[in-house]
T-cell receptor, first 115, second 108 residues
Framework: EAGVTQFPSHSVIEKGQTVTLRCDPI?????LYWYRRVMGKEIKFLLH????????ESGMPNNRFLAERTGGTYSTLKVQPAELEDSGVYFC?????????????FGPGTRLLVL | KNEVEQSPQNLTAQEGEFITINCSYS?????LHWLQQHPGGGIVSLFM???GKKKHGRLIATINIQEKHSSLHITASHPRDSAVYIC??????????FGKGTKLSVKP
């Protein structure tokens, strides 16, 4: 069974440009989470999808970030326009059920560098 | 606001040593997760526990709800255990609140 995959693995862009990150969860997992780790800080929650609906987007830093999950399968996270402080590693995770007792399976992350 | 604190931040051990990493949290939790991140790699879930103790191979995780404290132990450590170990509070809706991680280096 394939794990959570993320694309691209690395992205280097200039300030003001747009970047779109993609996450493919494990097949059949309704729950999809986005997290971010900026340099020197702990990983922080961005948002949570249940199928195609946003269950919790309280961690989204500002309106330059837009996440979608059309059809409840893969998800994209767009940053437009990117700023220097957006640099970091963006992780996606998925789980089968909606419960604090569910193991989350993480993708390898996308390393974003904004210059 | 729930804060998750880990100690130590960095840990160097000799192969074969018994290792303990500690995690404290400030409010009641639903479930506590221990995760492992290898250099350049993704994140792997090791344990999820809300009470007692869990064991998997050489790894043991314990939690004390009253003291709001959890520990991750590694017995007979090996260089391949070198990684960043992260504890995270599993909120009621599933989103995780992470500690800053403990960077472990096991020397041969």
């Amino acid at each position: 069974e394939a794990g959570v995959t993320q694309f691209p693995s690395h992205s280097v862009i200039e300030k003001g440009q747009t970047v779109t990150l993609r996450c493919d969860p494990i097949s059949g997992h309704d729950n999809l989470y986005w997290y971010r780790r900026v340099m020197g800080k702990e990983i922080k929650f961005l948002l949570h999808f249940v199928k195609e609906s946003k269950q919790d987007e309280s961690g989204m830093p500002n309106n330059r970030f837009l996440a979608e999950r059309t059809g409840g399968t893969y998800s994209t996270l767009k940053v437009q326009p990117a700023e220097l402080e957006d640099s970091g590693v963006y992780f996606c995770a998925s789980s089968q059920d909606y419960s604090y007792q569910e193991t989350q399976y993480f993708g390898p992350g996308t390393r974003l560098l904004v210059l | 606001k729930n804060e998750v604190e880990q100690s130590p931040q960095n840990l160097t051990a000799q192969e074969g040593e018994f290792i303990t990493i500690n995690c404290s949290y400030s409010v009641g939790i639903s479930a506590l997760h221990w995760l492992q991140q290898h250099p350049g790699g993704g994140i792997v879930s090791l344990f999820m526990l809300s009470s007692g103790k869990k064991k998997h191979g050489r790894l043991i995780a314990t939690i004390n709800i009253q003291e709001k404290h959890s520990s991750l132990h590694i017995t007979a450590s090996h260089p391949r255990d070198s990684a960043v170990y992260i504890c995270a509070d599993g909120g009621s809706q599933g989103n995780l609140i992470f500690g800053k991680g403990t960077k472990l280096s096991v020397k041969p």
